[in-house]
Nanobody, 125 residues
Framework: QVQLVESGGGSVQAGGSLRLSCAVS????????MGWFRQDAGKEREGVAA???????SYTDFVRGRFTISFDNAENTLYLQMNTLKPEDSATYYC???????????????????WGQGTQVSVSS
């Protein structure tokens, strides 16, 4: 049974930083690929960043250079360090996991079987 529990969301001003955490439980096979996704009201959920247990990472263009995804094996926790936040980064952020991690589709929402409940991020201008 895979469980994903996000934390770390909040409200910040533009230019600020937040670090999201996702506590991952479940077997390593089912959580080989992990990612962060976000969804704003009235919009589709979109991929932000993803990482495989082999360390390979993928970022969407609008966060590359500002966000960093990482996974702590000892703590079994997925992180998303978000710097230089912009108002358009405001959304509910979800972590997700799946057993497969094809590099060409790591940010595809449809690929992931397991999802957390989400954590809200609000960036004011």
């Amino acid at each position: 049974q895979v469980q994903l529990v996000e934390s770390g969301g909040g409200s910040v001003q533009a230019g600020g930083s937040l670090r999201l955490s996702c506590a991952v439980s479940g077997d390593r096979y089912s959580t080989y690929c992990m990612g962060w996704f976000r969804q704003d009201a009235g919009k589709e959920r979109e991929g932000v960043a993803a990482i495989g247990r082999d360390g390979y990472t993928s970022y969407t263009d609008f966060v590359r250079g500002r966000f960093t995804i990482s996974f702590d094996n000892a703590e079994n926790t997925l992180y998303l360090q978000m710097n230089t936040l912009k108002p358009e980064d405001s959304a509910t952020y979800y972590c997700a996991a799946d057993s497969l991690c094809p590099y060409y589709s790591m940010l595809d929402v449809r690929r992931y079987d397991y999802w957390g409940q989400g954590t809200q991020v609000s960036v004011s201008s």
